[in-house]
Every structure is written in structure tokens, then in C-alpha cells.
């Protein structure tokens, strides 16, 4: 689905299609330290509209989806 706005208030539109891939990695190190770990994660992905035309939309068609990074991480210690 998709969230636009029109100019005067927002509506939600059905995508005919949504292509995505990628990597996603994580990862637990434990110290020496006892009791400290750390913890993370790496993803690549890369997320299209599809071929078929958005309703209202056709310039979004083949285009990346909004508010989908490229590239996200996390890392937390314990």
C-alpha cells in the first residue's frame, strides 16, 4: 500500500506489485569481559514498484519505494 498526498489530506493506494532483495547479516560477540556482549546487524535491499503503473502514480513505476533504505544497522551492547 501506499500512503500519498493529494494536496489536501493523505489517501492509501493499492500497489499491484513490490519487488524487493537483498542481504541481511547479524552478529553476537562475546567479550572477555564476562556478562558484555555486543550485538548488530547489516541489511542491503533494495525495494521497487513494480512494472505495472500505480494507480494515479505512473511516474512511481520501476522506482524505489519510499521510506525503504538502501542500507540499514543496528549494534547494541549488553
Not at 489536501?8 to 537483498?22: A, L, M, N, Q, R
Request: hydrophobic share 40%; charged share 15%; proline share 6%.
Amino acid at each position: 500500500q501506499l500512503n500519498a498526498f493529494t494536496g489536501i489530506s493523505f489517501t492509501v493506494i493499492s500497489v499491484p506489485e513490490v519487488k524487493s532483495y537483498g542481504v541481511d547479516t547479524d552478529f553476537v560477540w562475546f567479550s572477555p569481559v564476562r556478562g558484555l556482549t555486543a550485538q548488530g546487524g547489516l541489511t542491503y535491499a533494495v525495494t521497487e514498484y513494480g512494472d505495472d503503473a500505480v494507480p494515479g502514480f505512473p511516474n512511481l513505476r520501476n522506482g524505489r519505494l519510499s521510506g525503504a533504505p538502501m542500507y540499514s544497522g543496528s549494534i547494541a551492547a549488553n
